[in-house]
């Protein structure tokens, strides 16, 4: 039998691999192209592998992917930056495939693989791959291009960089929207590496055409532009180019396009400087509040609150604060929500009087809200319009407000109150929360969903984290203590899962005196489940016990009557339960 050449191996099995109809064993032996290019050694991976690679391009789009990425990471397996050029050529050739994510990721791993090339072999390389994919017959071709033209242009000669510059333009101008819309998204990062000069003479032009684009995909693509070319303007000339776009854009007959603006505006506020947004950018964002398509107010009510941060006062209260009070009844629910969501935040900027004369009647409307969501979203913000005007304005619209959803219907609106508590015992305080909202937090251990009463036992703990001890002591364990006898056996696992999150909070000498008992009683329980839960809590506590006898007179005993119980559940975590406490007198 002939010997088989050991490092041919490899290669051999890769082909075999590739061939087969099974596409998880081709994907397979793809992920392992490291693997093979270590066996195989720098020399033949460069003369071999990779050429090979070239030319298997024909393949599911699942493999190419696989490949592009395993590619962007090649470098140190053909030789180091050296002979990181040896790489583009199965990238470029991913680069004209039909399927996106493929030509993204092969897009992706050559700027990778383009960042840590050395200059020369950037010109003498990377330069052309660009030039041939821009003037590439197809689309998917002159697609990839353009995001690959910020890595090889700062390096360029002078002759390049001017070519470099006229293909970008001409990609802006394709026939197929395709192509401009990806001239569009990557124009920030090609105006990054132009120079000042070329940014106003060519850029700028380039901006301008994609601005005016019969199409609203590519439209809504130049206003992210605006925010990153006007990063690279001097104020005036941000001013004069890119203010009157998104003025435009504000009124542009596609929704998308005004939703962009919308969803952009602060970025595109903080491009143009503070007096510009005042004086031409208050209009445009009025417009788009009151747009006729919910999803731009909804886009415009979430940026309420950054706007009104670049905006004094008086100006936020005369022109923001209507069109507030006006969303805050607008006939869709999610513009409510979005708004309720960011409306606390308009507290410091308003200020106190006017907080409290114009702001806080929204506030209560939206409090009011027959949409569980928008009252949710307006409490879970409270803390930010508290430290404005304090509690005792809010008291008396909030509890109504809370004590509606803590008895809500839907079950994951109890469940979101709930987790509000903590924030809301910060806010009210310990003799307000104590006297209107502890009957609700005891109410919620005995409600008949799971997740309710799990999340009430933890919400007592995190109380008891604010309150401290005695205060948990006088209004949450008597009432816990209660739920011991509770008829139904759920409620009775509720208790001890209750028990072991506050014993940790109580510390040693309440857990000792108090809790303890309360857990050794339960170990009497008729129910199964209810004597091994009573073992695995007693389990929890012992490292929380810094008594010894108390372990040894009360613990053990417990845990060795019921390590003799009928059920082998009980036992098994009985004993479990042993083991801890043996190992633990061990330690000490």
Same mark, same amino acid.
């Given at each position: ?351 106190? !009087?006017?907080?409290?004369?114009? %702001? $806080? @009647?929204?506030?209560?409307? /939206?409090?009011? &809200?027959?949409?569980?969501? +928008? *009252? #949710? ?14 509690? !005792?304005?809010?008291?008396?619209? %909030? $509890? @109504?407000?809370?004590?509606? /959803?803590?008895? &809500?219907?839907?079950?994951? +609106? *109890? #469940? ?20 209107? %909202? ?8 005995? &409600?008949?969903?799971?997740?309710? *009463? ?37 409620? *009775? ?96």
């Amino acid at each position: 039998m002939a010997m088989v050449d050991e490092p041919l191996y490899p290669i051999a099995v890769l082909i075999d691999e590739l061939k087969n109809d099974n596409i998880q064993l081709r994907l397979n032996s793809i992920r392992k192209l490291s693997t093979i290019a270590r066996a195989l050694g720098e020399v033949r991976t460069r003369n071999e592998l990779i050429p090979f690679l070239s030319e298997n391009n024909d393949d599911d789009d699942e493999v190419l992917l696989a490949m592009a990425e395993e590619l962007g990471v090649f470098i140190p397996f053909v030789g180091g930056v050296e002979y990181a050029h040896i790489l583009l050529p199965p990238l470029e050739t991913l680069c004209i495939v039909e399927e996106t994510c493929v030509r993204d990721k092969a897009v992706e791993s050559l700027s990778k693989i383009g960042s840590q090339m050395k200059e020369s072999n950037l010109v003498e390389y990377f330069a052309p791959l660009v030039k041939r994919l821009a003037v590439g017959e197809w689309f998917t071709s002159r697609i990839s291009a353009c995001g690959l033209f910020h890595i090889v242009y700062p390096t360029a000669p002078e002759m390049s960089k001017t070519e470099l510059r006229s293909l970008y333009s001409q990609l802006c101008q394709d026939d197929l929207p395709m192509v401009r819309r990806s001239a569009a998204t990557n124009l920030g990062k090609f105006a990054a590496t132009v120079e000042p000069v070329h940014l106003k003479a060519d850029i700028l032009t380039i901006f301008d055409n994609l601005t005016q684009d019969d199409q609203d995909s590519v439209r809504l693509l130049a206003v992210e532009g605006c925010t990153a070319i006007g990063k690279l303007l001097d104020p005036n000339d941000c001013v004069g180019h890119i203010l009157p776009v998104i003025v435009n854009f504000s009124q542009d007959k596609s929704w998308r396009v005004r939703y962009m603006v919308a969803n952009q505006l602060y970025e595109l506020c903080e491009a143009v400087g503070s007096e510009p947004t005042r004086t031409d950018l208050i209009p445009a964002y009025v417009r788009l509040l009151r747009d006729n398509e919910a999803e731009v107010r909804i886009a415009a009510a979430g940026k309420v609150t950054k706007f009104c941060q670049i905006l004094s006062p008086e100006l936020a209260s005369e022109h923001i604060l209507p069109c507030v009070k006006e969303l805050s009844s607008d006939s869709s629910q999610h513009v409510r929500s979005a708004l309720a969501s960011v409306i606390m935040g308009m507290a410091p900027a308003l200020g106190k !009087d006017a907080t409290i004369e114009q %702001l $806080l @009647p929204i506030f209560l409307s /939206l409090l009011k &809200d027959e949409f569980p969501d +928008v *009252r #949710l979203n307006v409490i879970s913000k409270l803390d930010q319009v508290n430290q404005v005007i304090g509690i !005792d304005l809010l008291s008396q619209s %909030l $509890l @109504p407000a809370i004590v509606e /959803l803590a008895e &809500d219907r839907h079950w994951r +609106v *109890r #469940l979101a109150i709930i987790e509000y508590m903590p924030l809301l015992a910060n806010q009210l305080g310990v003799g307000f929360f104590g006297d209107k %909202l502890g009957a609700l937090c005891m109410q919620w251990l005995q &409600d008949k969903v799971y997740s309710i *009463r799990d999340a009430a036992a933890n919400n007592l703990m995190r109380l008891a984290e604010v309150f401290g001890p005695e205060w948990a002591m006088q209004h949450i364990i008597p009432q816990v203590s209660e739920m011991s006898s509770n008829p139904h056996y759920l409620y *009775r696992m509720t208790f001890l899962h209750t028990i072991s999150l506050l014993a940790p909070v109580m510390g040693s000498d309440i857990t000792c005196s108090k809790l303890l008992p309360l857990i050794v009683d339960a170990s009497k329980d008729r129910v199964p489940n209810i004597k091994f839960n009573v073992a695995k809590v007693l389990q929890t506590l012992i490292p929380i016990i810094d008594k010894s006898e108390v372990v040894e007179n009360t613990i053990r005993p417990c845990l060795n009557e019921l390590a003799e119980d009928p059920d082998v559940d009980v036992r098994f975590y009985a004993k479990q339960a042993l083991k801890a406490i043996d190992n633990a007198m061990i330690i000490s």
